[in-house]
Each structure stands twice: as structure tokens, then as C-alpha cells.
């Protein structure tokens, strides 16, 4: 029997991490996010714009209290694709 | 960055990251310790003017108390709001409970006061819900202990008369229902902010 295949986009550690933590919240900002996942900047920063290229997060860039603020928020196509998979996962561990 | 997860990994990763957004609340101690202190003050007050004529102002400490409290709560919710790193949609639920009891208390009071009874016994098993729900909704046994106290508090209430007796009653239960959580949760958030 086939299994599904696995988004290759979502089936990094961290950008699953931060797909997890956003699906759970309205809206989190990077150090919520860089706080969670234990990532360095750098990293962080990089798997947040492949999310954002995929259409899977929204990024809105705001001032909080005069510094810059990163805000992420899951996009619809987000939810769908994170669902998706954690169907997929699912369906291997039920085998 | 590893990039073979199994299955199993995946799973208690995506497990593991939706437990601990679905825990950052916002700080909510302070309204509890605020109240808790406030209301105390306010009963307090009360029991020391209950002899004067209820028009000239026996009712002033709960009114002072509920201004007070009021406008020290929306300030300290516009700063802790600008200041918030994440948003999670319980805090939304959370808010509107405690606005739709505000709302519920208001109405008793007015309805009460037109019938000439105290709304205090009424209030503080009211007072059960939002608490009760807030620790459930946080999974906070404190506050689910809480809300119990003060539906036990409000139906004992409405069996006595004496000042006193209602007094002690009430405090008691703003110290275990609204204090003593409140000191909890904070222990817990600022453990929360340095992990």
C-alpha cells in the first residue's frame, strides 16, 4: 500500500516547530517564537521566509515599544498543509 | 537541522509545540492579586461603616473599589497588551468571560439593590463561574479550587444576617479564591518568563 508523501516543506524539525506553535495561537511574534523552538536568529529567520514563500505564514513587520517586531500568523493554505501532513504521519504510523 | 524525522518524532514535536503555545496565556495574576486586595478593602469598609445610612454612602467602598480596580485593570491591560508576544485565542475566551460576568454583576446589583437585598451573597457565587472557568480553561487547579470556594461561600452567605459572620466569609474566600491562586500564577508565570 502507497503512503502518502510527506510536504518536504514541513518535514524539517523547525519549520514543523514553528508550524506547530502558530497553528495553536492567533498570532506570535519571533522572540515567542525563537523562545519555543530554542532556534538561533539565523536560523529562525531563514525557515520563517521559506514559510512565507510557500504562502504557509503571513509575515507582518510592526514596531513594539520602538523596536522592530516580527509578527507571524498561519495562512489558510498553512492550516491545510498542516493538517495534510499530520494526516499523512499519521496514516505511517497506523501501518 | 535534521531533517529525517520519523513519523513518531514528528508527531510528539508537533504535540509538544501545540502544549506549550496553547500555555502561554497572558499574565493574569495581577488582576487576581488586584481584585483579591481591592474587594477585601471594600467588604472591610463596609463591615466598618455598616451602621451609617446606606445613602449616605454605605455603598461608596464597593463603588470606589469597582473604579479603582477598573481603571488600574485597563491601563494594566493596554501596557501588558502592547507588550504581549503572542495572542492565543483562549485569552480572547478568557476576556469575554470575565466581561460577560462584569456584565451579569452589574445587572444584579441594579435588580438587588430595586428589591432591597444584598446582592453580596449573589455576587460572590456568581464570582464561582468566571474563576472556576478561567482555571479550567488554563488547567490551573488553584483557580478551579477557587471558583468552588466561592460558589460554597456565596450559598453559605445566604443563610446568615450577621455582619460579621459574612465578612469573614467573604474575605476568606477572596483570600483562597482570588489571593492566594493569584500568588500561584504569578510563581508560575514569572517561572514561565525565565525558562
Redesign the interface.
Given at each position: 500500500m502507497a503512503f502518502a508523501p510527506l510536504d518536504p516543506l514541513l518535514?524539517?524539525?523547525?519549520r514543523?516547530?514553528v508550524m506547530?506553535?502558530?497553528?495553536?495561537?492567533?498570532?506570535?511574534?519571533f522572540?515567542?517564537l525563537l523562545?519555543?523552538?530554542g532556534a538561533t536568529r539565523g536560523?529562525l529567520s531563514v525557515q520563517i521566509t521559506k514559510l512565507k514563500e510557500a504562502g504557509y505564514i503571513e509575515v507582518k513587520k510592526t514596531f513594539?515599544?520602538n523596536y522592530p517586531n516580527t509578527v507571524c500568523r498561519i495562512s489558510r493554505k498553512g492550516i491545510d498543509a498542516f493538517e495534510a501532513?499530520?494526516k499523512a504521519?499519521?496514516g505511517?504510523?497506523s501501518k | 537541522?535534521?531533517?529525517d524525522?520519523a513519523?513518531?518524532q514528528?508527531?510528539k514535536?508537533?504535540e509538544?509545540?501545540?502544549r506549550?503555545?496553547?500555555r502561554?496565556f497572558q499574565r493574569l495574576s495581577f488582576y487576581f492579586l488586584l481584585w483579591g486586595v481591592l474587594l477585601i478593602a471594600a467588604m472591610l469598609a463596609t463591615y466598618l461603616l455598616r451602621d451609617m445610612d446606606p445613602a449616605t454612602g454605605k455603598g461608596a467602598p464597593w463603588g470606589v473599589a469597582g473604579f479603582a480596580g477598573g481603571f488600574i485593570s485597563m491601563v494594566y491591560g493596554a501596557r501588558q497588551g502592547?507588550?504581549e508576544?503572542?495572542?492565543?485565542?483562549m485569552d480572547?475566551l478568557i476576556g469575554w468571560l470575565w466581561a460577560s460576568f462584569v456584565i451579569t454583576m452589574i445587572i444584579t446589583i441594579a435588580v438587588s439593590l430595586a428589591a432591597h437585598r444584598d446582592p453580596g451573597p449573589m455576587i460572590t457565587l456568581l464570582t464561582g463561574i468566571p474563576t472556576f472557568m478561567t482555571g479550567r480553561i488554563m488547567r490551573f487547579r488553584p483557580l478551579i479550587m477557587g471558583g468552588v470556594i466561592f460558589w460554597v461561600a456565596g450559598a453559605v452567605m445566604h443563610f446568615t444576617q450577621d455582619a460579621f459572620t459574612i465578612t469573614m466569609i467573604y474575605c476568606a474566600a477572596m483570600v483562597l479564591g482570588y489571593i492566594l491562586p493569584g500568588l500561584l500564577l504569578k510563581r508560575m508565570e514569572d517561572g514561565l518568563r525565565t525558562t
Open positions: 518535514h524539517n524539525q523547525l514543523l516547530a506547530s506553535l502558530l497553528v495553536a495561537v492567533e498570532e506570535g511574534d522572540n515567542f523562545e519555543k523552538t536560523n513594539k515599544e501532513y499530520v504521519i499519521r505511517y504510523l | 537541522m535534521n531533517t524525522l513519523p513518531e514528528s508527531l514535536l508537533i509538544s509545540m501545540i506549550q503555545a496553547k502561554s502592547r507588550r508576544r503572542v495572542i492565543n485565542a480572547g
